[in-house]
């Protein structure tokens, strides 16, 4: 509580930095850090709808954005963070039912989800370029 | 006057039953985002190369406009929680985290409303 003191001064835990680097541990901060740029993200889809509802103006121009070679690398970005988030998802409603926690288990998984969200963003964005609009 | 300090006090009473809720809630909304990132996903790819008229009948019409009011939903609140974790994780200064708690609520509560409302118009306005 703010304020008080607890009587005796208690242990902290050690920060990261004193850990060493290992997979498992990359992207368990690699799922935190597509949250994050997610969550900011969001204000895409959310500014297309919007474009959308307010008119072919508006429509036309959020569009000429997202289509801009920045923009699509945005969208790439954000696209594969989102791939990635939700197989980093996968993975922790996995262990959520208290399997899949042993070591190879956890090392495969971490492999798992980076190969995934590469492999499935890049199948994606072929398709996409296949499809002809972009 | 009470004597007691405050673990003093909660010791003994047991549970809340209360702790689990954002736990759950956020379990809930990542298992809901699995089939909504395919939907949302999938309509970008049938959207390539629409026009203002194509993508607006898609929006509007009746199987993708409730999809896309939950893509807006499950993921804002998904990410709001997901946020207030990594402020209170993270940030320590009571002034910044409660202002970044403050914001976080403030943001997400915009995109949703927004999002939900840009929908409803095309499915309803004129």
Known sequence: ?134 | MRLRTPLGNARGLGSAHEGTEVFWTQRLTSIASIPLTFFLVGSCLYLIGADYEAARAFISSVFAAPALILVVIVFVWHMCIGMEEILVDYVHSPALKFAGLIFNIFFSVFLGLTGVYAILKLSFGA
């Not at chain 1, 889809?45 to 307010?54: D, F, Q, R, Y």
């Open chain 1, 1 to 134: 509580m703010a304020g008080t003191r607890s009587p005796t001064e208690r242990p902290l835990s050690p920060h990261l930095e004193i850990y060493r680097l290992t997979f498992t541990f990359l992207m368990s901060g690699f799922h935190r850090v597509t949250g994050f740029v997610l969550y900011f993200g969001m204000a895409i889809p959310v500014a297309w709808l919007l474009a959308a509802a307010a008119g072919p103006e508006w429509f036309d121009f959020v569009n000429g954005l997202i289509g801009t070679f920045l923009g699509r690398l945005v969208l790439f970005g954000y696209s594969w963070g989102l791939i990635h988030h939700m197989l980093g998802g996968v993975r922790h409603l996995i262990w959520d039912t208290g399997r899949g926690l042993d070591l190879v288990s956890i090392e495969v998984f971490a492999r798992a989800t980076i190969i995934g969200s590469a492999a499935l963003t890049a199948a994606l964005w072929l398709a996409a370029y296949a499809l002809g609009g972009l």
